[in-house]
């Protein structure tokens, strides 16, 4: 099964500081997405940053980042100068062949003022 | 811009009951999903549509999950009769093209059911 596995089911970090979660994904597809998932407790998904698989530079959105290594099918999201409004569940997604998502089980960000 | 609507926003329903969610997603959006995304889990996809037509339906539960979406716009989904595993949050999620490798997705705010 190809699968996304997020090994960290919570983290915390401290507001101003910078927390990485980790993703880790199969797949045996040459091209292909990721995506970082926020969802707060509205329950709406709300798209953070999305890597092209095919591109060496790492996504960089605001105060988010992606640290991209192919080889190792590592996908980790860095959030510098946290906020009290990152707070939430953060999933990692691989795109599928057809546009659909493949979702790891998240990791629940807390932020503590 | 409008985003993707759906209600009810809950549903409390005893198990064998049915029950039905609907779906409006973004306009001119051509590919639309439903998600299941039980407690403690990331969404799993039900259905993909483009327009009218489905894309993939293999993990939807057939004996008791249906899904349509008529006229290629809006959708509803539909269980008939509930299961205790059936309680979770029913996220719909649309997408502007069709079948693409990294389309991204825009999601409502989903249905959480509840079967007691």
């Known amino acids: 099964a190809q699968t996304v596995t997020q090994s960290q089911p919570e983290m915390s970090v401290q507001e101003a500081e910078t927390v990485t979660l980790s993703c880790t994904y199969d797949t045996s597809e040459s091209d292909y997405y990721l995506f970082w998932y926020k969802q707060p407790p509205s329950r709406q998904m709300i798209l953070v940053i999305r890597?092209?698989?095919?591109?060496?530079q790492n996504a960089t959105e605001n105060r988010f980042s992606v640290n991209f290594q192919k080889a190792a099918k590592s996908f980790s999201l860095k959030i510098s100068d946290s906020q009290l409004g990152d707070a939430a569940m953060y999933f990692c997604a691989r795109g599928g062949s057809q546009g659909n998502l493949i979702f790891g089980k998240g990791t629940k960000l807390s932020v503590k003022p | 811009e409008a985003g993707v609507a759906q209600s009810p926003r809950y549903k409390i329903i005893e198990k064998r009951q049915s029950v039905a969610f609907w779906c409006n997603p973004i306009s001119g959006h051509a590919t639309l999903y439903w998600y299941q995304q039980i407690l403690g889990q990331g969404p799993k996809l039900l259905i993909q549509f483009q327009n009218n037509g489905v894309v993939d339906d293999s993990q939807l539960p057939k004996d008791r999950f249906s899904a349509e979406r008529l006229k290629g716009v809006d959708s509803t989904l539909k269980i008939q009769p509930a299961k205790l595993e059936d309680s979770a949050v029913y996220l719909c999620a649309s997408s502007l093209g069709g079948w693409g490798v990294g389309e991204k997705l825009f999601f409502g705010s989903g249905t959480q059911l509840s079967v007691l």
């Open positions: 890597q092209e698989a095919y591109k060496q």
